[in-house]
């Protein structure tokens, strides 16, 4: 949440411009009090009224136009900034901010502002690859412009390249990256699971359950609010989380080997996938044909990975897993616990009503040798809070010994 935060958002000239209005709302929708200053060109692509709406604060664009105390003004805007976006930023902002020129109200707020800048260039394609913007993005992050890379796509203009505007999500987790958040777990590597395996019977089929990954992501991306260097080990089609480490998977056997690969050196693994507990035990070549009568398809188990990591697990690695049970939710979960030498497992039963695959929401007991505490329903990314404040707190009594 950004109740309390002031953002800045700084539009600019471009088609792009329509993106940020919906950045603005979210910016608001997430408590933030969001003030839009506009150039004079950006106002011929959206009105200032919008911003005004979905702002509810006046936005400013021209500070030669109005009659109101314009040096005030801009000063107090930037005074009470706790952060300053640009987007979309245009060749020209990047090109006059870059060589300290001020001329209008965004730039001279911005150089008024001594609070983080990020700036998301939109523009065409070459005009972002000529060696002039990318001498200004680099003047501009030398001094201390967090610069948001654009995404690549087709462009308004009918090129095809990078210099698309990224996705509100993306701006948007920026934004929260800067400002949610005390960044208790800077300098900490998590390494999380996300998403159900997949083990194939023919090049056509394969053996799956119900898990979106929405639970792991939210881990993930809780972590990261909270300054972690993360690693999500996902089979999951959600989009990626932004400043995560994404590492597919698809069977058991890959998110194993990516497990070892990632994890051991980590402080924290949290293993939120659904892995199979059985594969099937021949992959067919080619596509099993209908025939009369019944198919049986032989299984056989998969490697039990939490089991492998608690029976190898390093001093600094705090191993967090994940229960579903129909039944006998705190037995069976704290068995599995003390099974596979875990610090913590959330447990879950899936037939309690907002607990579970697909939804928002979870419903869970958090097991650890000293507690088990049952939280009442609420969001996957509170929940993911409460798992990231445990290990925290773990990783604090560590260091004290
Ligand atoms: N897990 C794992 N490797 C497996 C199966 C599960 O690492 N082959 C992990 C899951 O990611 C989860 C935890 O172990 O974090 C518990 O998974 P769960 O399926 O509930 O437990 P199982 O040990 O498979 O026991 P059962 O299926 O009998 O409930």
Not at 28 to 34: F, H, I, P, S, W
Not at 73 to 78: D, F, G, V, Y
Not at 226 to 247: I, Q
Request: hydrophobic share 40%; with cysteine; glycine share 6%.
């Amino acid at each position: 949440m950004l109740k309390g935060k002031t953002v800045v958002v700084g539009v600019c000239g471009g088609i792009a411009a329509y993106k940020s209005c919906e950045v603005v709302s979210r910016l608001r929708k997430l408590g933030a009090d969001v003030h839009v200053i506009m150039t004079e060109h950006a106002t011929e692509f959206v009105r200032p009224l919008t911003f005004e709406t979905l702002s509810n604060n006046p936005c400013v664009s021209d500070m030669f136009r109005r009659q109101t105390e314009w040096e005030v003004e801009h000063i107090s805007l930037a005074k009470k900034a706790d952060l300053f976006v640009v987007a979309p930023a245009t060749a020209n902002f990047v090109g006059k901010f870059a060589n300290g020129i001020a001329d209008d109200m965004l730039t001279t707020t911005v150089l008024a502002c001594t609070c983080p800048k990020l700036i998301a260039p939109a523009m065409n394609t070459h005009m972002l690859e000529n060696p002039i913007t990318q001498d200004n993005l680099k003047t501009l992050e030398h001094y201390g412009f967090t610069v948001i890379p654009s995404g690549s796509g087709l462009l308004a203009c009918g090129d095809t390249g990078s210099g698309r505007l990224p996705d509100e999500g993306v701006l948007v987790d920026y934004v929260a990256r800067e400002l949610e958040h005390e960044k208790d777990m800077q300098g900490m590597k998590v390494v999380v699971s996300a998403g159900g395996t997949r083990e194939p019977m023919d090049p056509v089929r394969y053996l799956t359950n119900h898990s979106t990954g929405k639970m792991g992501y939210a881990v993930a991306r809780a972590c990261m609010l909270r300054g972690a260097d993360v690693t999500l080990l996902t089979s999951s089609d959600l989009p990626p989380v932004p400043f995560v480490k994404m590492v597919p998977f698809a069977t058991a056997a890959e998110l194993f080997e990516a497990v070892k690969a990632n994890a051991m050196d980590a402080d924290a693994l949290v293993m939120a996938a659904a892995v199979a507990d059985y594969r099937p035990a021949q992959v067919a070549q080619d596509k099993i044909k209908k025939h009369d009568g019944e198919l049986s398809i032989e299984l056989e188990r998969t490697d039990d990975i939490l089991g492998w990591v608690g029976e190898h697990k390093p001093e600094q690695l705090f191993v967090c897993g994940f229960s579903m049970e129909t039944k006998d939710l705190i037995e069976n979960s704290t068995a599995k616990l003390h099974k596979k030498n875990m610090d913590m497992i959330v447990a879950n039963n899936v037939k309690v009503p907002g607990a579970g695959f697909g939804v928002d929401t979870n419903v869970v007991t958090l097991i650890t040798e000293s507690i088990s505490t049952a939280l009442p329903l609420q969001s996957k990314d509170d929940v993911a809070m409460h798992i990231a404040d445990i290990i925290v707190e773990a990783k604090r009594r560590k260091q004290k010994k």
